[in-house]
């Protein structure tokens, strides 16, 4: 069964970093789309960054410029950087793991891990 296992939340100031790591006991990683969602409480789950097989990425408006993505396929990890943290940053974020291949699409989520930005 897989497992994906997020890590590396907590409690920070305003203005802090932190960086979140994602282990999935998956095979052929690199064939994934990686991507990191959050949801804050009250709000609905919403992508927060995205990077594909072939290293394009994406993210939210909101977080662009202060959030990057990215993978380290030899140890099956995906990280999202985040700095400059703004308490609207408060959430749960969670990783997931997508590939779709002719006959099956392959989906895979984290239990989520906490940042909590807060002075």
């Known amino acids: 069964q897989v497992q994906v296992v997020e890590s590396g939340g907590g409690l920070v100031q305003p203005g802090e970093s932190l960086r979140l790591s994602c282990v999935a006991s998956?095979?052929?990683?690199?064939?994934?789309?990686i991507g990191w969602y959050r949801q804050a409480p009250g709000k609905q789950r919403e992508a927060v960054a995205t990077?594909?097989?072939?290293?394009?990425?994406s993210y939210v408006s909101s977080v662009k410029g202060r959030f990057t993505i990215t993978r380290d396929s030899t140890k099956g990890t995906g990280y999202l950087l985040m700095n400059s943290l703004k308490p609207e940053d408060t959430a749960v974020y969670y990783c997931?793991?997508?590939?779709?291949?002719?006959?099956?699409?392959?989906?895979?989520w984290g239990q989520g891990t906490q940042v909590t930005v807060s002075s």
């Open positions: 997931n793991l997508n590939r779709r291949s002719d006959y099956e699409t392959y989906d895979y």
């Open positions: 990077l594909d097989s072939g290293g394009y990425t």
């Open positions: 998956v095979t052929n990683f690199r064939m994934y789309t």
